[in-house]
């Protein structure tokens, strides 16, 4: 009888217990019910009267404004195999072209920096940062890092960056995103989008509970706080903060705009900025037009809600990973947030404060709460099928407090159930909405886990500054092909036959001021203008073909404008359907190449053509400052019967060969980086000066440099008079040599 006695006495100390934690999930339980029935009103409220009287956001709004430059900061620590799919897919799918991304990398981190180089290398909007420190540091020394090397980027570019925007290595971005963050940059100083876990197999509930907590709270929870208390948690991607923020920060921190100790740097910044009057939003806004939108694959998903402009990524999907992530947060937010971040003078922004720190308490009780069930249940069954058992329930059935705590918290668990399958559902389908059942009791022990690691590393530590960051290892999704690094153009030339090994080697070491290695190649006579394209266009894996840049269809060329040619350097050479094929002398980024697709609203693509076809081109059809034609005079000469035509055409594919832009003579002497002199041309577009006049009004180059620049330009340059007085003619150029040549 003694064991009776036993497990009566330990039954009635469960009795407590229960009603301890009954109590505790009452008391959350209806702090969840409060922002559900705020948001429903809310929501109800805004149907009724302020769509009743304004029309819906139209996001084709976003493709009609100019574009700020936006800067993207990426963090990268033993990164490789990840970053560089992250930096290529976002310079490849963005609708934008006015950014540049800024990846942090560390000294001892040679794979990561070389994923990047190979990245950078064909796309110049994209930088290689080399931190100070030796990693791996705290994710907010390498972004102060990363904001050094772009106010660095800004004085060569002579550009000013409107935003800077934080993603990490494993962020697939939504294609307009960052025309959402140019829509209100001018506006707000925290801007954040949803951030929406890509799904896992239905059988993964580690990586799979992470879709139904940022599902309901970044559809519901952010969205009420914002309204409500006017804050908004960043939540470390898909935030943009504005120049005016930055300069707040950096003002705060004596220099040091983010908090090298926290452990989530992000979620105090929003904290930081609230309290110096800052504007922060919370931005659901549909991607496209209807007409474009992803349509539901799956009953329940939302048109709209499917949409949204949002961070995808993938989230750990074991436990040990899922643990270590989620107890850095829980330090960070709760721990050194109580300690950064007292109460305030406003109880709504301390009801939001109590909410992320309430975790600490509701994942233990809710994990406790299912052990309890768990026994409770098993003694059911005992008394359930056992004949003659013990009746020891007996000992629950007579407390009306328990039961009336129980019946109410079964009500709200219900209504907690209700809700997440909602938003799990609006986003990714009936599916994902049924697995976030089990995958609920799933996540309670993580978080249980979660929590109890965080305690021991803060009680260990001794102080919550203390604790080490835990960096996550991260995974991206294989989306499309993958992007290769560029063969030098050297190696090609010498594979195709064009150049030996020895010839290349003295090029290497005899450089000549303002010309690159291919255009040096052409001017020596050691490869023709036609190796240099085959070479070239291998390089760039397109194709190449000889042109007449004199004889293109001015049909066509009504089709780009001068702007778009001559910041481009392209020339329309044909359509193929609604396919416009351009032609260029080089190699254009991914990020361009839309960039014009976009702006001539029809698909492209490009080919490569010999060297100077299209600089003559450009400068016959789309110059601002005609220069007297050399073909003009070739053709003088040539109807005089001085020249054969087989003669004419030798002299004229020399004369092309040798023409050379501004912008490589820049590029040559190190004057200008590929990526500050894009920037120049995004903001020259819209300029009435000459490219080299606009660049000194701009502070990047002075006027001796551009002195400099014209006379190397002029001097690489044979004019046709020159080549014709070589060819044994008589002749004196009106003003062929005067610098007026196209930058």
Request: hydrophobic share 45%; aromatic share 10%.
């Amino acid at each position: 009888m003694w064991l009776v006695d036993v497990i009566a006495l330990y039954l009635y100390g469960l009795k407590y217990l229960a009603v301890a934690l009954a109590a505790v999930i009452l008391v959350s339980g209806l702090d969840d019910l409060f922002i559900d029935i705020a948001y429903w009103s809310r929501r109800l409220w805004r149907g009724l009267t302020v769509y009743s009287r304004h029309k819906k956001f139209d996001p084709q709004c976003l493709q009609q404004l100019d574009e700020k430059p936006l800067a993207i900061m990426v963090p990268a620590w033993q990164e490789h195999g990840v970053i560089g799919n992250m930096a290529e897919l976002a310079a490849t799918t963005l609708h934008y072209e006015n950014y540049h991304i800024f990846v942090g990398t560390y000294p001892n981190d040679a794979q990561t920096q070389r994923e990047v180089e190979q990245v950078q290398a064909r796309f110049p909007n994209v930088h290689k940062v080399v931190c100070v420190r030796p990693g791996p540091t705290s994710k907010a020394d390498c972004l102060n890092n990363v904001l050094d090397a772009i106010f660095q980027f800004e004085q060569r570019a002579g550009l000013t960056f409107e935003g800077f925007v934080l993603h990490d290595s494993e962020d697939v971005l939504s294609k307009s995103e960052l025309r959402v963050f140019n829509l209100l940059v001018d506006r707000k100083d925290l801007i954040q989008v949803p951030v929406y876990p890509l799904p896992r197999k239905w059988h993964e509930f580690t990586g799979g509970h992470y879709l139904d907590e940022f599902a309901e709270m970044h559809g519901k929870d952010v969205v009420v706080r914002e309204a409500l208390a006017g804050q908004v948690p960043s939540a470390g991607v898909g935030t943009c903060f504005s120049r005016r923020a930055i300069k707040v920060l950096l003002q705060e921190g004596n220099g040091i705009a983010f908090d090298v100790q926290s452990l989530t740097e992000d979620y105090d910044i929003g904290f930081r900025l609230k309290a110096r009057g800052m504007q922060e939003v919370f931005v659901r806004i549909p991607a496209d037009a209807p007409t474009d939108r992803v349509r539901p694959r799956w009953m329940g998903r939302g048109l709209n809600t499917a949409s949204t402009v949002a961070v995808r990524e993938y989230f750990p999907d074991t436990i040990s990973t899922a643990v270590r992530q989620k107890s850095r947060w829980i330090i960070g937010i709760v721990f050194q947030g109580f300690r950064t971040h007292r109460w305030t003078s406003s109880r709504m922004m301390n009801y939001f404060l109590w909410r992320d720190r309430k975790g600490l308490v509701t994942n233990f009780a809710s994990f406790l709460a299912m052990l309890l069930a768990l026994q409770l249940m098993v003694i059911w069954a005992y008394g359930m099928f056992m004949p003659d058992s013990y009746k020891f329930l007996s000992i629950f059935e007579d407390d009306a407090l328990l039961f009336g705590l129980l019946a109410v918290n079964f009500v709200l668990m219900a209504n907690r159930v209700a809700q997440r399958m909602i938003f799990v559902t609006g986003y990714y389908g009936v599916g994902e909405g049924l697995l976030c059942l089990p995958r609920l009791l799933w996540g309670n022990l993580i978080n249980f886990m979660a929590n109890w690691r965080a305690v021991k590393q803060v009680l260990s530590a001794g102080d919550s500054r203390r604790v080490a960051w835990d960096k996550t290892c991260h995974q991206f999704p294989t989306l499309g092909a993958q992007g290769r690094a560029r063969k030098p153009l050297g190696e090609i030339l010498v594979e195709q036959g064009g150049l030996s090994q020895a010839q290349l080697a003295e090029e290497v070491q005899t450089a000549v001021r303002g010309l690159r290695l291919g255009s040096r190649l052409v001017h020596k006579g050691h490869i023709t203008a036609e190796q240099l394209a085959m070479a070239l266009a291998e390089q760039g894996q397109v194709p190449w073909e000889r042109m007449n840049s004199l004889t293109l269809a001015p049909t066509l060329l009504a089709q780009v404008s001068a702007g778009i040619a001559l910041h481009y350097a392209v020339l329309p050479l044909r359509e193929e359907g609604p396919e416009l094929v351009l032609a260029s002398e080089s190699a254009i980024d991914p990020v361009s190449l839309a960039a014009i697709g976009r702006k001539l609203s029809r698909p492209v693509r490009y080919v490569i053509v010999p060297k100077g076809q299209v600089v003559v081109g450009l400068r016959y059809w789309y110059a601002r400052h005609r220069q007297p034609s050399a073909s003009a005079l070739l053709d003088k000469v040539f109807s005089e019967g001085d020249l054969t035509i087989a003669e004419a055409e030798v002299l004229w594919q020399e004369y092309v060969s040798l023409q050379v832009l501004m912008g490589e003579v820049l590029l040559a002497m190190g004057r200008i980086d590929a990526a500050a002199l894009s920037a120049v041309l995004l903001r020259h577009e819209r300029s009435g000066l000459s490219i080299g006049q606009f660049l000194v009004s701009e502070g990047v180059i002075t006027e001796a440099v551009l002195d400099e620049v014209l006379q190397l330009q002029e001097q690489h340059q044979t004019s046709m008079a020159t080549l014709l007085r070589r060819a044994g003619q008589a002749i004196v150029p009106e003003s062929d040599s005067k610098k007026v040549y196209l930058a």
